[in-house]
T-cell receptor, first 116, second 111 residues
Framework: KAGVTQTPRYLIKTRGQQVTLSCSPI?????VSWYQQTPGQGLQFLFE???????NKGNFPGRFSGRQFSNSRSEMNVSTLELGDSALYLC???????????????FGPGTRLTVL | LAKTTQPISMDSYEGQEVNITCSHN???????ITWYQQFPSQGPRFIIQ?????VTNEVASLFIPADRKSSTLSLPRVSLSDTAVYYC????????????WGAGTKLIIKP
């Protein structure tokens, strides 16, 4: 069974631009969560989707948004990029309906975003 | 949500058993203890989960005392490839509470 895939793996953008990241969960997994990881802040939860609905959201500004498609694939978008958005963006999928990492979550390799 | 406290870093040597302890004094009745492992530039990987006493799988053991206010992840006979960050999470299964990941424990295995 293929794991969680994320595209692209690396991305370089400039301030003010926008970016869209993609995540394909493990087949059969309907819950997809997004995280931002930086050396200073660690792993921070962005949002979680289940059956195309956002069920949970972290404390990030509205510039960060996401969506989930009927095939459970998910995208996250960051508009008006800032230098501080440089991070590893991780996607995780879960078989259970809760989408909680207290149940086993399967993480993708991440997208490394650099904002110049 | 139960807050967890782990050592920031630990060193050990190949072939040794490594024990990482996590404190969670305000763990709730329905909370489970979950450990993830993360290698550099990769997403975390689920290692083990438990509720009480002892849980063992092919990669690790998890020891939980009766009061459940702490837990210990045990890695038998570590190798260099076990160098990673280990996260301890405590929370209720199936909860939709926003998760807060701590800094984890950076484990460095030396030859």
């Amino acid at each position: 069974k293929a794991g969680v895939t994320q595209t692209p793996r690396y991305l370089i953008k400039t301030r003010g631009q926008q970016v869209t990241l993609s995540c394909s969960p493990i087949s059969g997994h309907r819950s997809v969560s997004w995280y931002q990881q930086t050396p200073g802040q660690g792993l921070q939860f962005l949002f979680e989707y289940f059956s195309e609905t956002q069920r949970n959201k972290g404390n990030f500004p509205g510039r960060f948004s996401g969506r989930q498609f009927s095939n459970s694939r998910s995208e996250m978008n960051v508009s008006t990029l800032e230098l501080g958005d440089s991070a590893l963006y991780l996607c995780a999928s879960s078989l259970t309906s809760s989408g909680s990492p207290y149940n086993e979550q399967f993480f993708g390799p991440g997208t490394r975003l650099t904002v110049l | 949500l139960a807050k967890t406290t782990q050592p920031i870093s630990m060193d050990s040597y190949e072939g040794q058993e490594v024990n990482i302890t996590c404190s969670h004094n305000n763990i709730a009745t329905n909370d489970y203890i979950t450990w993830y492992q993360q290698f550099p530039s990769q997403g975390p990987r689920f290692i083990i989960q438990g509720y009480k006493t002892k849980v063992t799988n092919e990669v690790a053991s998890l020891f939980i005392p009766a009061d459940r206010k702490s837990s210990t992840l045990s890695l038998p006979r570590v190798s260099l490839s076990d160098t990673a960050v280990y996260y301890c999470l405590v929370g209720e299964k199936d909860s939709n509470y926003q998760l807060i990941w701590g800094a984890g424990t950076k484990l460095i295995i030396k030859p």
